[in-house]
């Protein structure tokens, strides 16, 4: 990850549709995953997690720049769940980038030059009908199908947690994200800031993502899926920090 990008302004957007997936893992199975210094955020003293959030985005641009000057398309993030010790000794909870995509050419090269979300352009394509949504990729192994408006508190059946109080507690939104620039021993931190985030439980019906599968081997448990709809979000410029 020498990637030596960084987010030098702060950006907002209207998360108008986000649904996330977050999967345990034993925690072995992922430690060669994250860099140092980051260390996995563990539950239950055997699980990580790996999270997939996909977001219909609207109007995102600078902060405080006008709408009319924003950009809609569509996310799809991997990330791993970290923790980080600053420098002045605060534990920050957060995430760890192993890839983005997005459905708009102008987004993957904006991205990648602004920040280092590693985003790949994919054929997504987000598909709401009367009582079901399909999130899908034609030329990429993803898919995703769930009940429009049916919320279910009901976990996943092998779900290490316990209800569905804890798992949202514990499974996010996470504020902050992490990239390392191992070259130069340097972390950047940015941290996203939201209003009104009230999660609701879904029952996945189906799902097949191929991104996960490829780059880590091996069983993953759904721990819990919800969706979350017309949240205000920003991104404040990202800081930076020596380690090591």
Do not use: C
Not at 27 to 39: D, G, H, K, V
Not at 105 to 110: A, F, N, V
């Amino acid at each position: 990850m020498g990637n030596s990008n960084n987010q030098q302004i702060a950006m907002q957007a209207n998360l108008e549709q986000t649904l996330v997936l977050t999967f345990a893992v034993p925690a072995e199975e992922l430690l060669n995953y994250i860099p140092e210094p980051l260390s996995l955020d563990i539950y239950d003293n055997k699980w990580a997690f790996l999270a997939v959030a996909l977001v219909k985005t609207k109007h995102l641009r600078p902060k405080g720049f006008p709408k009319f000057l924003g950009r809609s398309f569509i996310l799809v993030g991997y990330r791993i769940f970290v923790r980080y010790t600053t420098q002045e000794g605060k534990n920050l909870r957060g995430l760890y980038i192993l890839g983005s995509a997005t459905d708009s050419r102008l987004m993957e090269i904006m991205g990648n030059l602004l920040t280092n979300y590693h985003y790949k352009h994919m054929d997504i394509q987000w598909e709401e009908q009367a009582n079901q949504t399909l999130v899908h990729s034609s030329k990429q192994r993803l898919k995703i199908k769930f009940p429009t408006h049916i919320h279910d508190p009901k976990l996943p059946v092998d779900s290490p947690f316990p209800d569905w109080k804890t798992a949202r507690r514990y499974a996010g939104p996470l504020p902050f994200t992490f990239y390392i620039n191992k070259e130069n021993k340097e972390i950047q931190i940015v941290e996203g800031k939201r209003t009104d985030w009230i999660p609701n439980p879904i029952h996945i019906q189906h799902y097949e993502i191929g991104f996960l599968d490829d780059y880590i081997p091996g069983k993953k448990i759904l721990a819990s899926a919800f969706s979350i709809t017309n949240i205000p979000y920003y991104w404040k410029k990202g800081r930076v920090e020596k380690w090591g």
